[in-house]
């Protein structure tokens, strides 16, 4: 069988331009993290570095770059949700991916008694403590441990390759036992 990838000989990580472009062949949802600061003031940031970890204890983890502008505060917090978006909230990822200050003035949220943000029609939100941090490269990786969770399994979420939004489309091959559960996991395809 003949690849691309053996006609290729593989670049070095020089040009954080083309690792990039190698970094977006592989598709990512898409979400909003959230907290209220400890000045009260909401915190947003769209992040497609989200990876579940853990069932027991559950742990779910994501990534900021080390520069940001809401890094501190997420620290400080000490909790935040996160929210998977639908393929129809484009626009709120969009919104909270400013590197500047984000109005929530026409965003659509909820505070819950614990003081997570959650964002109304999102596929799934984590209400997360932050169990521990690492600085890895120039990111922050926050590791938060899930006391509550909602989700709506018939929702839709958005989907994020090669710089662009899509949404998954249920492929023909058959789909994977479930390791954890007696139900199957649902195979997808790109479209």
């Known amino acids: 069988m003949n690849s691309l990838l053996s006609l290729v000989e593989p670049q070095t990580c020089d040009s954080g331009r083309d690792l990039r472009t190698a970094f977006g062949t592989f ?37 900021f770059h080390t520069a940001a502008r809401h890094v501190a505060a997420f620290l400080e917090c000490g909790a935040f949700a996160i929210n998977i978006l639908s393929k129809e909230q484009w626009q709120l990822s969009a919104h909270f991916a400013r590197p500047s200050e984000c109005s929530w003035e026409d965003v659509a949220f909820r505070i819950t008694p614990s003081g997570h943000v959650l964002l109304d029609g999102v596929v799934a939100v984590f209400l997360c403590r932050l169990s521990t ?5 120039d990111h922050l990786l926050l590791v938060g441990q899930v006391d509550r969770f909602a989700c709506d399994a018939r929702a839709e979420p958005i989907a994020f390759l090669r710089g662009r939004y899509g949404s998954f489309q249920l492929a023909s091959c058959p789909s994977v036992p479930d390791p954890v559960g007696n139900c199957m996991a649902p195979s997808f395809g790109w479209s």
């Not at 941090?133 to 490269?137: D, I, K, L």
């Open 133 to 137: 941090f690492h600085e890895v490269g």
């Open 27 to 63: 598709p990512t949802g898409i979400t909003v993290v959230t907290c209220k600061g400890m000045t009260g003031r909401m915190i947003g940031v769209t992040a497609n570095s989200f990876v579940s970890l853990s069932l027991r204890p559950p742990l779910v983890s994501v990534a």
